[in-house]
């Protein structure tokens, strides 16, 4: 599910109000081929990220808080995530490589 993504504590509280839990906001990574998302999705996997949906689509929704990843048509496009998405390269050297270097 998608919400994962979002909601922290969505999978033990998904019966329950996990909306009012603090959302996390994650990134919008645009793939541009097949191969580049494959890519992606196996370093983030090396990396000890957990895929949480993973669909067709050419965009990954990447929370680096809580180490989760998906790629989820809808929720790609959403406003909340507009002024968080990046090509790849942008994201890996913008976003990704000081996240993980600060680990």
Request: hydrophobic share 30%.
């Amino acid at each position: 599910m998608w919400q994962e993504v979002y909601y922290e504590h969505y999978v033990e509280n998904c019966r329950e109000r996990y909306w009012e839990e603090e959302k996390q906001l994650p990134y919008s990574v645009k793939c541009k081929s097949v191969q580049e998302k494959e890519q992606m999705e196996k370093l983030l996997k090396y990396d000890g990220f957990q895929c949480v949906c993973s669909t067709d689509c050419m965009a990954l929704l990447i929370n680096l808080q809580l180490k989760k990843y998906c790629s989820y048509p809808k929720a790609a496009t959403m406003s909340c995530i507009n002024h968080r998405s990046f090509s790849v390269e942008n994201f890996l050297v913008e976003i990704y490589h000081p996240w993980y270097s600060a680990k």
